[in-house]
């Protein structure tokens, strides 16, 4: 399979729905080929809801949508089991959840409670329902938003949920031209009534198979685990990044190698990967909140004062 065509072809795909965010649709289709979960924290109205519809579109997945809300509960999530006096049975009623691309629209406004729902699913890919385990189809992807400036009403997100998250974006606002772009493709209907599948379920699952096959050199690994570390050791973060921050850089960096058609990774696969990988598992400590650093920064900063390592990093040859 040639995942760089294959990539290109979801990336173009999306883009006749979402206009001028391609370094950000790149990172929705690292994060499809990595088998990971996504946050995307942004202001209402730049096309959250839309790009997870639009993904579900793409690869034929069946598409789920979860608002939540205070008052909600955990059941209303993972699904519930009603007697049904019939046959004198309980009968499983599943929740959206049990999807393959789930938008998980304004996430932080859900209790902590309904929020742990969502723990098994994302990390074991199953719902516990009264005892009772039922598997989750593949592939299986949660898109969660939150809002960055409303506070009123929110609980946020806990570390353990955070870490959960292969990748953390934002869209932000469309350029000028793209904005009026915008205007013109929804003049007489929206673009994503007309927009069609170009890639099945097993071809999606073929290509994150594939992805795991890039090679990583030794120097690339320590180079990914170094990084990582820095997190835990720099005197401006309270909390670090875990082993599973290691585990994400390395299979998004497999991911976007294999975008730019490469067989093997490069440590600049990893450094532009360290801030939407790493940025949202750390935080921040008192003093550098005080001095107004952004955990992103702190990361961006980690990033640059790392050495690369050098050297070539191709497989071997056989």
Known sequence: MNLQEFGKKITSNLEKVIVGK????ELI???LLSQGHILIEDVPGVGKTVLARSLAKSVDAVFNRIQFTPDMLPSDVTGVSIYNQENRKFEFRPGPILGQ?????????????TQAALLEAMEEHQVTVDGVTHILPKPFMVLATQNPIEYEGTFPLP????DRFLLHLALGYPSLMSEIQILERQQTRHPLDALESVASNEDVLAAAQAVKQIYVSEPVKRYIVELTQQTRQSGDVHLGASPRGSLALFRTAQARAALQGRDYVLPDDVKALAVPVLGHRIIVGPAARMRELSADQIVREIALSLPVPGGNFEAPQA
């Not at 391609?22 to 649709?25: C, F, K, Q, S, T």
């Not at 570390?159 to 955070?162: D, F």
């Open 29 to 31: 289709v690292i994060g």
């Open 159 to 162: 570390e353990a949920q955070l």
């Open 22 to 25: 391609r370094p950000a649709l």
């Open 101 to 113: 691309i789930i938008l998980a629209d304004e996430i932080n406004r859900a209790t902590p409670k």
